[in-house]
């Protein structure tokens, strides 16, 4: 057998094993919570296999989209790469300060947003956060440009947060660096509008540091007031937003500074740049549909 031919088959073989990977979500034996004669869809304008040699700008935004980060942490797009079958958002200490909107920068992140939004549905990923006191997430919020009314609030469905190197002493934030730390919040509340403000939390132990091993993060987005957590294919705990969450959302893979988090005296980055890096082998978004 010639040499093309055989990177033929292996090309072959990998298109195979992607389509197979994508029948449906990563439940756990017994753990798939599709109702009766309904089946998942997966939605391919929110999902990526991560499998070719750059990020796919029809389907991902990595500016920002008018966000250039939390300070001292700025977005670089050079930071965001796909490479080796997944993307990778590495954290950077910047040669020099960069001043911008009169805040001051230090380190470098990373965000890629989906250009495609949708509400209920499941949304999962697998992902090995960076070993760094900078975040490695996975999330949803809405879009409030050019939207009127009450529906100019903003619904956010963090399904992980996690640090790979904790600054902060306080209890809240103990293990933050081994758990799926899980949000959902209701802000900007216009003026007259009947929603309340406010986070209800959730979390579920991983079992080791977040950035020793590959998890898979998952969210059910069954309903406006119910949302059910899954780890590694296996649910977690189900929370009530603190409004109603019927408004369409984007997905956010996104690596940040927090302001809760401080940065290390040293920087923080004497790590390799496999460890400043978080991975993304896959992202998949599914509705559910009939089963016709």
């Known amino acids: 057998m010639n040499k093309f031919r055989k ?12 389509v197979i990977a994508q029948k449906k979500p990563s439940f756990q034996k017994g753990e ?32 920002g989209q008018g966000w250039i980060g939390r300070p001292p942490g700025l977005f670089l797009p050079e930071n965001i790469k796909v490479a080796d079958g997944s993307l990778q958002i590495t954290t950077t200490l910047l040669p020099q300060k960069i001043i911008r909107d009169d805040k001051i920068f230090t380190h470098g992140g990373g965000y890629v ?12 990923c697998e992902m090995k956060a960076n070993k760094t006191f900078m975040s490695s997430t996975f999330w949803l919020i809405n879009n409030r440009k050019g ?13 992980q947060e996690c640090v ?27 003026e007259g509008c009947d929603y309340m403000k406010g986070s209800h939390k959730a979390r579920a132990d ?22 059910l957590f899954f780890l590694d294919g296996k649910f977690q705990s189900k929370v009530k937003p603190p409004a109603d969450f019927d408004i369409t959302m984007h997905l956010r893979m996104v690596v940040e500074t927090y302001n ?23 992202v998949r978004t599914w509705e559910l549909v009939a089963n016709r």
Request: glycine letters at 8%.
């Open 260 to 282: 809760w988090n401080k940065v290390p005296e040293n920087g923080g980055m004497e790590y390799t740049e496999e460890e400043r890096t978080t991975y993304y082998n896959w």
């Open 147 to 159: 939207v009127k009314g009450c529906d100019k609030r903003t619904t956010e469905l963090d399904i």
């Open 113 to 124: 947003g989906s250009k495609a939004g949708m509400t209920y549905g499941y949304y999962e």
């Open 7 to 18: 990177i033929q088959i292996v090309a072959f073989l990998v298109t195979i094993s992607s």
């Open 164 to 190: 790979g190197e904790i600054t902060n002493p306080a209890a809240w934030i103990k293990n933050f660096d081994q758990a799926m730390n899980s949000n959902t919040h209701s802000r900007n509340i216009p």
């Open 32 to 63: 798939d919570p599709k109702p009766p004669n309904m089946i998942w869809k997966l939605n391919k304008q929110m999902s990526d296999e991560f499998k070719g040699k750059k990020i796919d700008e029809d389907k991902w935004q990595i500016s």
């Open 206 to 227: 991983a079992s080791g540091k977040v950035y020793d091993d590959f998890h898979v993060y998952g969210v059910w987005w069954k309903s406006k007031d119910e949302i």
